[in-house]
T-cell receptor, first 114, second 117 residues
Framework: EPEVTQTPSHQVTQMGQEVILRCVPISNHLYFYWYRQILGQKVEFLVSFYNNEISEKSEIFDDQFSVERPDGSNFTLKIRSTKLEDSAMYFC????????????FGDGTRLSIL | AQKVTQAQTEISVVEKEDVTLDCVYETRDTTYYLFWYKQPPSGELVFLIRRNSFDEQNEISGRYSWNFQKSTSSFNFTITASQVVDSAVYFCALSEALTGGGNKLTFGTGTQLKVEL
């Protein structure tokens, strides 16, 4: 069964550094998402992406965050200048579209900011 | 605004017991979709089930069943004859359609299920 893959599984970065989290969505999916989960808390929506542009973003997704689909397969989340509170598990998801379609999640990238 | 409440933070059961996980939601949409996801200790999020708002027929799939009641805005999930491998955090999620397609999931805070021998 096709799956969403994320790399790296764990990223350790110094505060203030830029970090790029990578995702390869399921190949026939058109809608891509990033969510984050601070340790022990619920999963929170960050951004949705369709047709090479952001379709919606949450208030968490401020100017420090950006997303890109640099080629036909990868979908990236960049944090420009990381803060301690950016430490979390970041999940990429993809779907075929439509409100009734489940989003399929990757295994997540654990981001630790020191 | 969408809201999902999972009042049970942690449930412990003995293997083979049945267990029901509660979910209550709030939405102004007339058509909406609800999902359950499982997060095992390894951390990934696994899609389990989906239910739409206009079909209140309850279903059973193997050891899983769900009870959707629109009148009380509840979407409860039952595992029959629980097994140790069911130990995980279970998240209920409400889907909101986005302009231009796709959807945004609003998750509850999750229920930690521990199944012991």
């Amino acid at each position: 069964e096709p799956e969403v893959t994320q790399t790296p599984s764990h990223q350790v970065t110094q505060m203030g550094q830029e970090v790029i989290l990578r995702c390869v969505p399921i190949s026939n999916h058109l809608y891509f998402y990033w969510y984050r989960q601070i340790l022990g808390q619920k999963v929170e929506f960050l951004v949705s992406f369709y047709n090479n542009e952001i379709s919606e973003k949450s208030e968490i997704f401020d100017d420090q965050f950006s997303v890109e689909r640099p080629d036909g397969s990868n979908f990236t989340l960049k944090i420009r200048s990381t803060k301690l509170e950016d430490s979390a598990m970041y999940f990429c998801a993809s779907s075929t579209g439509g409100n009734n379609q489940p989003q399929h999640f990757g295994d997540g990238t654990r981001l630790s900011i020191l | 605004a969408q809201k999902v409440t999972q009042a049970q933070t942690e449930i412990s059961v003995v293997e083979k017991e049945d267990v029901t996980l509660d979910c209550v939601y709030e939405t102004r949409d007339t058509t909406y979709y609800l999902f359950w996801y499982k997060q095992p200790p390894s951390g990934e999020l696994v899609f389990l089930i989906r239910r739409n708002s206009f079909d209140e027929q309850n279903e059973i799939s193997g050891r899983y069943s769900w009870n959707f009641q629109k009148s009380t805005s509840s979407f409860n999930f039952t595992i029959t004859a629980s097994q140790v491998v069911d130990s995980a955090v279970y998240f209920c999620a409400l889907s909101e359609a986005l302009t231009g397609g796709g959807n945004k999931l609003t998750f509850g805070t999750g229920t930690q299920l521990k199944v012991e021998l």
